[in-house]
C-alpha cells in the first residue's frame, strides 16, 4: 500500500469490517423466499463498495477478489450454490482486512 493512503486505514478498517459483517449477514437469506432478490442486492452492493474501496487504497488483491465475487455471483444460477463461496470469499476478505489493520 502506498505511504500516502496511511492516514485512510483505520477508516478504510472500520468501514470494511461493517460491510463484511453486513454481506455475512445477507448470506442465509439468499435462499429464503421472499428475501432472496433483497439479500443478493445488498450481497452485490456491498462487495461492489468493499471493491472501490480496495482500489482507492490500491489493494489490488482485495478489489481484484470482491470484483471475481462480483463475476461469480452475475454468471452463478443457483445462489445456493454460489453461498459456499461467498463465505470463503468473505472470509478471505476478513483476513486481509486483517493484514491491513496490523500494517
Known sequence: MDAEFA??????VEEARDRLER???????????????????????ELH????AGRMLQLAAFSSLCHAAEEM???????GAARPQLVRVADALAGMVDQVAAG
Request: no cysteine; proline share 8%; hydrophobic share 45%.
Open 73 to 79: 455471483l452475475a454468471n452463478t444460477p443457483s445462489l
Open 23 to 45: 454481506l455475512v449477514g445477507a448470506l442465509p437469506r439468499l435462499e429464503q423466499r421472499g428475501q432472496g432478490a433483497e439479500a443478493l442486492a445488498e450481497v452485490k452492493r
Open 7 to 12: 492516514d485512510l486505514v483505520p477508516l478504510f
Open 49 to 52: 463498495t468493499l471493491k472501490g
